[in-house]
């Protein structure tokens, strides 16, 4: 029941939060202990955080390496329908999805994702790792929290790795494509760790027209389209082209679809990250000032 208050608060666009509201709720919260019954003010950030966690009823803390690795999938798989950040696009916002809040490490999420809702719309995942799924669900997870604990999340370290294996694993993985010389300042672009981790892991397109996903479209009568993808499904892409004419095309039987991907190496990497590897690269970038 509270997961739907949080639903209809986040639906609001306002998350209201009193002290006195915490107070009270915690009181019948079995896991309360005394240092949550201090005034709200007076708690920590992580206090707090675990507060409204507590208060809204969500699950554990997400699990933040998960989120990272889960991250690109949701962009590859998800995004084009529930936006970059699971806030809604064509398909419905995640955050306020009781799917997504009712789930706890993937144990309702990797099941539903398997199946989807071809009928309605949302593709079934069958094919994709349960492992991966539930790096998803961790993303998904991190997006409520953001939202429902702004700041808070930014305080947790995540510079956990060890900086000079990292500097290895960069020049063993990464030097084929970047030189060592291209991360010299890298930390100085960002103002937090969560930051810089999000950049290296998966660079934002949106700052990058250079960057955006591509599709060369064959039509039955032989004509083609290129443009950048803004939609895909498995009935219908829509493109826009130079001109900045929008394309909307129905993959009806003779219609070729060819995408290209500028960060399709970026997506390669990631599948063969481990959390170890992943925090030894952030600890050594973070050293890059
Ligand atoms: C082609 C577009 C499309 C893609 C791609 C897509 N979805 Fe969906 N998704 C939808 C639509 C449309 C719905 C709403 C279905 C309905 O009305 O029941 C939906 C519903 C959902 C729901 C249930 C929301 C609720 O509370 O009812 C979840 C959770 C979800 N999607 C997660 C995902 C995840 C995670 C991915 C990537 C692995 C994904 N979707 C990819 C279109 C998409
Ligand atoms: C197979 C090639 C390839 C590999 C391997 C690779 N990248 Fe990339 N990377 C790219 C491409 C392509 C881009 C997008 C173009 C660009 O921004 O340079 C990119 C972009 C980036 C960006 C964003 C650039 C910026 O200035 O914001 C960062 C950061 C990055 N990669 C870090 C890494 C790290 C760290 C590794 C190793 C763990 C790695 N890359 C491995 C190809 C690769």
């Not at 009193?18 to 202990?33: D, K, L």
């Not at 007076?42 to 889960?70: S, V, Y």
């Not at 809702?117 to 593709?123: A, E, I, L, Q, T």
Request: net charge neutral; proline share 5%.
């Amino acid at each position: 029941m509270r997961r739907r208050s949080l639903s209809i608060l986040l639906n609001a666009g306002i998350l209201i939060f009193s002290g006195v509201a915490a107070g009270q709720e915690m009181e019948s919260e079995p896991a309360a202990n005394a240092q949550q019954q201090k005034s709200y003010s007076a708690m920590t950030p992580q206090q707090r955080a675990a507060a409204t966690r507590a208060f809204l009823g969500l699950g554990p803390p997400p699990d933040k390496a998960a989120a990272a690795l889960g991250e690109p999938l949701f962009q590859r798989d998800c995004a084009f329908c529930h936006g970059p950040r699971g806030r809604g696009a064509t398909a419905p916002s995640l955050i306020t999805s009781g799917v997504v809040l009712d789930d706890i490490r993937g144990d309702h999420l990797v099941s539903f994702l398997k199946k989807g809702r071809p009928d309605k719309g949302m593709p079934a995942f069958a094919t994709v790792s349960s492992d991966q799924l539930t790096n998803i669900a961790e993303f998904l997870h991190l997006q409520v929290e953001e939202v429902a604990n702004r700041g808070a999340y930014h305080v947790l370290n995540i510079v956990v790795g060890n900086a000079a294996q990292g500097h290895a694993y960069v020049s063993a993985h990464c030097e084929s494509c970047h030189s060592m010389a291209s991360f010299a300042h890298f930390a100085g672009r960002f103002r937090s760790p969560d930051q810089l981790q999000r950049a290296w892991i998966w660079p934002a397109r949106s700052s990058d027209p250079a960057l955006a996903i591509t599709a060369t479209v064959r039509l039955p009568n032989g004509s083609t389209l290129t443009g950048r993808v803004t939609q895909v499904s498995d009935f219908r892409i829509t493109v826009i082209d130079r001109e900045g004419q929008t394309h909307a095309i129905d993959r009806t039987a003779g219609v070729q679809v060819e995408m290209h991907d500028p960060l399709a190496a970026h997506q390669t990497m990631i599948m063969s990250l481990t959390n170890g590897a992943m925090h030894d690269v952030t600890a050594y970038l973070e050293t890059m000032r």
